[in-house]
Nanobody, 124 residues
Framework: QVQLVESGGGLVQAGGSLRLSCAAS????????LGWFRQAPGKEREFVAA????????YSAGSVKGRFTVSRDNAKNTVYLQMNSLKPEDTAVYYC?????????????????WGQGTQVTVSS
């Protein structure tokens, strides 16, 4: 079992930045690919970004490309999401997820473990 706990969410003005963290316990994350997803009220959970288990490959949704950066520190068993130039439409609950294997995916169904989420609110 892998337990994931997100932190770093909050209220920020448009144009601002936040850095989300997702700390894992239970097992080392070094053999897991990691993803970030978000869910706004009334909408389905959507893919944001992901990183391969070694950190050599990253993937981002078109809506956040160039603004959000995913990274990981396997020594700390933690994955990060640096969010810059935030927009009101980025407002959502952000979740991290872990998937066994080298290559992450963009579908929620391929992930094995999920955190409880952290709220990000961007004011205009």
């Amino acid at each position: 079992q892998v337990q994931l706990v997100e932190s770093g969410g909050g209220l920020v003005q448009a144009g601002g930045s936040l850095r989300l963290s997702c700390a894992a316990s239970g097992r080392t994350l070094s053999r897991y690919s990691l993803g970030w997803f978000r869910q706004a009220p009334g909408k389905e959970r959507e893919f944001v970004a992901a990183i391969s288990w070694g950190g050599s490959s990253t993937y981002s949704a078109g809506s956040v490309k160039g603004r959000f950066t995913v990274s990981r520190d396997n020594a700390k068993n933690t994955v990060y999401l640096q969010m810059n130039s935030l927009k009101p439409e980025d407002t959502a609950v952000y979740y991290c997820a872990a998937k066994w294997g080298v290559t992450p995916g963009t579908a929620t169904s391929v992930y094995d473990y999920w955190g409880q989420g952290t709220q990000v609110t961007v004011s205009s």
